[in-house]
Each structure stands twice: as structure tokens, then as C-alpha cells.
T-cell receptor, first 112, second 112 residues
Framework: DTEVTQTPKHLVMGMTNKKSLKCEQH?????MYWYKQKAKKPPELMFV???????INESVPSRFSPECPNSSLLNLHLHALQPEDSALYLC???????????FGPGTRLTVL | DQQVKQNSPSLSVQEGRISILNCDYT??????FLWYKKYPAEGPTFLIS?????DKNEDGRFTVFLNKSAKHLSLHIVPSQPGDSAVYFC???????????FGTGTQLKVEL
């Protein structure tokens, strides 16, 4: 089973809203990732967690706040986003940091 | 600075024929390469990978070739099927690292 689940599938929010994206995997993977993908562009890495600790932050604005409450869950808290933050947000996981990453279906976010 | 390039944004192939998708990279530190397939509104699906110690890896209809001296890899799909129609991304990482750098993708269309 190589399934990574993400909720919600779609999210529309205003610039003053606070919302969260959720990612879950039950493969026992110890590394989890957030990517952002704009239309017709490749996925871009945002954050990496390894053993529930933040390993990489690719200079992401503080209006995006990741959280890894346990080894199976990864959240992305959103606050005061801008319309240009509208994108597909992808979560991925891997057994360890250097292993193959498996992606979830993504959350399509629209910021009005 | 696009370190991983897929110079063909689209490719059209007849069913049953071979599809060849190409990818070039500039960073000589890359030592692990992957191909992902992506349908619209879904996350990338891992297809096949290759380490820099190999020059070929095969999995069913999919074969990846790596030419380190030319910094070039290719994905061969044979025979191509209509269900293979998707966007294909190549990705690379360095030193067993966790940061994947994606190419810009090639839209493959397999026609009946």
C-alpha cells in the first residue's frame, strides 16, 4: 500500500481566513513533505519533516505553518494568504529521507 | 536556474508504438533520478527510478536510461497505451538527499 491521503480535495478561502490542510499516511514512513504546484509548473518543495522534526524549510513565508503531530500526520496551517498562493498543494512521504517519495492527490487551494 | 529540463512540452504517439521522453540535467551532483506520471487534479505517481551507478533500469513496459556523461536520461514506454496519456515529470536528487528537483514536465498523448 503506497497511499498518501489528503483532505480536503478542494478549499476556497478568503485572505483573512485561517484554514488547515491535512495529510496522512499509514505506511510507517518517517519522512513527510509539502510541495506547492502552480499550473503548468513542476512541484516545488516547501517543507520536509523527518522523524516528526522539521528538516527543511525552503524559505516559505510564515503565513504557511507546517505541523507534524505524529509520524502519520502532517498538517499545513494557512493564515492571511494571498491570491497568488492559489495552487495545488501536494503532500508526499518516504520511508526515510533518501528514499522514493510517494505523493498524495493534492489539495486544490483557491484564495479569493 | 532550471537544473532539470524537459525540452519537449508535449509528445504524441500512436497506441502500440514506443514513447520516448527525455530529460536533461545540469547539476553533476545529482545521483538519483525518478520519473513520475501525473493525471490532471491528481498527485504525481511514482513510475521508475535509477541510481547513477546504473545506466538502465527496467520495470515492465517502462525502461529508464541514464547517460551520465551527457547528463541525460530518458524514459521509454513500450508498447504505449491510451492510459499512459498524462504529464510525465523527471526528478533528481543529490547525495541521497531528500530534495527532489523536478523538470517542467512532458504531456504525453497516446492516440488510438
Amino acid at each position: 500500500d503506497t497511499e498518501v491521503t489528503q483532505t480536503p480535495k478542494h478549499l476556497v478561502m478568503g485572505m483573512t481566513n485561517k484554514k488547515s490542510l491535512k495529510c496522512e499516511q499509514h505506511m510507517g514512513h518517517r519522512a513527510m513533505y509539502w510541495y506547492k504546484q502552480k499550473a503548468k509548473k513542476p512541484p516545488e518543495l516547501m517543507f520536509v519533516y523527518s522523524y516528526e522534526k522539521l528538516s527543511i524549510n525552503e524559505s516559505v513565508p510564515s503565513r504557511f505553518s507546517p505541523e507534524c503531530p505524529n509520524s502519520s500526520l502532517l498538517n499545513l496551517h494557512l493564515h492571511a494568504l494571498q491570491p497568488e498562493d492559489s495552487a495545488l498543494y501536494l503532500c508526499a512521504s518516504s520511508q526515510e529521507l533518501e528514499d522514493t517519495q510517494y505523493f498524495g492527490p493534492g489539495t486544490r487551494l483557491t484564495v479569493l | 536556474d532550471q537544473q532539470v529540463k524537459q525540452n519537449s512540452p508535449s509528445l504524441s504517439v500512436q497506441e502500440g508504438r514506443i514513447s520516448i521522453l527525455n530529460c536533461d540535467y545540469t547539476n553533476s551532483m545529482f545521483d538519483y533520478f525518478l520519473w513520475y506520471k501525473k493525471y490532471p487534479a491528481e498527485g504525481p505517481t511514482f513510475l521508475i527510478s535509477i541510481s547513477s551507478i546504473k545506466d538502465k533500469n527496467e520495470d515492465g513496459r517502462f525502461t529508464v536510461f541514464l547517460n551520465k556523461s551527457a547528463k541525460h536520461l530518458s524514459l521509454h514506454i513500450v508498447p504505449s497505451q491510451p492510459g499512459d496519456s498524462a504529464v510525465y515529470f523527471c526528478a533528481a536528487s543529490a547525495g541521497g538527499g531528500n530534495k527532489l528537483t523536478f523538470g517542467t514536465g512532458t504531456q504525453l498523448k497516446v492516440e488510438l
